[in-house]
């Protein structure tokens, strides 16, 4: 499977126009509030109407554009992150079929399921409306900043003081989250390895009459899984409402102190409209920031699950000069083979020379290694010590 940097820089031209078409929206947002100053001052404060219809054109040819490229940047980042997200899902299951019988025994199937549809999902939202907003917002801040700061320089420390405690807040939000994702992914998996086994061996289950016991284990799992998801909750709800309150006191605030300069002759109307609007407008990427951090940490901990699978590397490997068999005869043959699992001893020096044509009872308690005998046939799994031959010819040289 491949890095995480060759899925994304194939589409840099794509991303490239996305990111202009962003930063063109938000200059056209950053114009609307210097219109309304302008109309204010010139038209209700002046009484000068000479350039109001083109003022008001102006305002309507604004939001057209903010709409035109918002539409650009939204579809395309939504394009580029479905495209990696398939992608990856494709290189992941890929990679998946070339691990060894071994890790399959080691790894739930649940798990497996959850890494490949749920994780990369998350892992795609990060290179699209997740992406996208953090850019956004990053670059929205600084246009607002900026713009209030060209208004009033002193009314500006407030909204960028207000700024920078969001931003604080924000950070250490996502730390906490990290965690609480990390557990409700690993959980996520347990619960749906428990679905799919007895969703798969339903007949199993009724067959020894285990409904009860496996209800039981289900709720269990989804009880953890409630548990952790409500933990999530009360961290959302302990900052959330601090963004919320933020946004509603801090155009008004601004509006007050504001008109305390406006009395003085230090600021005139339209300017305070403008600000007013640009403080209003600042605080939308303050409610974002707790979300976004959710989703960022969300997609950190899928990708550290994903990567450690494709980390993994599959123990039996063909060999390039491999043997190709036209035809079979059929002459099997063990030669003191050993077997070891997850440090388990299964078979120790079995020795077994079968020609063609003739037929092998092996028989044993559950546990003994009948199977063990044909997953080695298969090379599911290579022996410890010994070889098998077909023909003479060592399976791991086919």
Known sequence: MKKLKHYVLPFWKSYLFAIVSLILAILLEMLTPQITRIIINESF?????????????????LGIGRSVFGYC???????????????????????????????????????????????????KDAFGMTGMLIIQITLYIVSVIYCMFSISPLLGLLPLAV???????????????????????EENARLTTVAEENLAGVRTVKAFAREKFEISKFAKHNRQYYKLNMEQTRLMVRFYPIYQFI??????VCAILGGLLVIRNQMDLGSLVAFVEYSRDCTWPLDMFAELANELSSSFASYKKIKAIADEKPKLLQKEDAVHLDRLR??????????????????????????????????????????????????????????ITIDCVDIRNM
């Not at 495209?83 to 290189?91: A, L, Q, V």
């Not at 946004?247 to 008004?252: H, Q």
């Not at 059929?330 to 003191?336: A, V």
């Open 45 to 61: 404060v002046g009484g000068d109407f000479s350039r109001f219809g083109y003022l008001l054109a102006a305002l309507v040819i």
């Open 73 to 123: 940047k939204e579809f395309t980042f939504d394009r580029n992150s479905q495209t990696i997200g398939t992608e990856m899902r494709k290189d992941l299951f890929a990679h998946l079929k070339t691990l060894s019988m071994d890790y399959f025994d080691n790894t739930n199937t649940g798990e497996l399921m959850a890494r490949v549809k749920d994780d990369v999902d998350k892992v």
């Open 163 to 185: 700024m920078i405690f969001g931003g604080a807040l924000s950070f250490v939000l996502e730390k906490k989250f990290d965690k609480v994702y990390s557990d409700i992914s």
């Open 247 to 252: 946004g509603a006191v801090l155009p008004v």
């Open 330 to 387: 059929g002459d099997l043959t063990f030669e003191n083979v050993s077997l070891t699992l997850d440090g388990n001893q299964i078979l120790t020096g079995i020795d077994i020379d079968l020609p063609r044509g003739k037929t092998l009872g092996v028989m044993g308690a559950t546990g003994s290694g009948k199977s063990s005998l044909i997953n080695l046939l298969q090379r599911f799994y290579d022996p410890r010590e010994g070889r």
